[in-house]
């Protein structure tokens, strides 16, 4: 079983910053990739980015490409998603998700990942 709590959600004006950080407790945390999501309203839950277990290779959608940065410490048992050049579109319940399949890359699909945190809002305002 994995745990996973968000936080670093807030109100910002368009063009700020944001942290996002996801603390996971439970099985070991450097043997699975995690991703993170978001979730507008009436909208359906979208990939934002993903970190391999080691790192080393990361994946972010084409809309936050170059503004976002995630990263994982694993002496820590964190992942975070350092947000940049915020726009309104990018308002949204964020999440952060473990995918423990072995031997895969993270995917994009959020149906593939297997424990979820309880999301954390980002308003952005023009």
């Known amino acids: 079983q994995v745990q996973l709590v968000e936080s670093g959600g807030g109100l910002v004006q368009a063009g700020g910053s944001l942290r996002l950080s996801c603390a996971a407790s439970?099985?070991?945390?450097?043997?699975?990739?995690m991703g993170w999501f978001r979730q507008a309203p009436g909208k359906d839950r979208e990939f934002v980015a993903a970190?391999?277990?080691?790192?080393?290779?990361?994946y972010y959608a084409d809309s936050v490409k170059g503004r976002f940065t995630i990263s994982r410490d694993n002496a820590k048992n964190t992942v975070s998603l350092e947000m940049n050049s915020l726009k309104p579109e990018d308002t949204a319940v964020y999440y952060c998700?473990?995918?423990?399949?072995?031997?895969?890359?993270?995917?994009?699909?959020?149906?593939?990942?297997?424990?979820w945190g309880q999301g954390t809002q980002v308003t952005v305002s023009s």
């Open positions: 970190i391999t277990w080691s790192g080393r290779n990361t």
């Open positions: 439970g099985r070991t945390f450097s043997s699975y990739s």
């Open positions: 998700a473990a995918f423990t399949t072995a031997a895969m890359y993270p995917p994009p699909d959020p149906s593939l990942y297997d424990y």
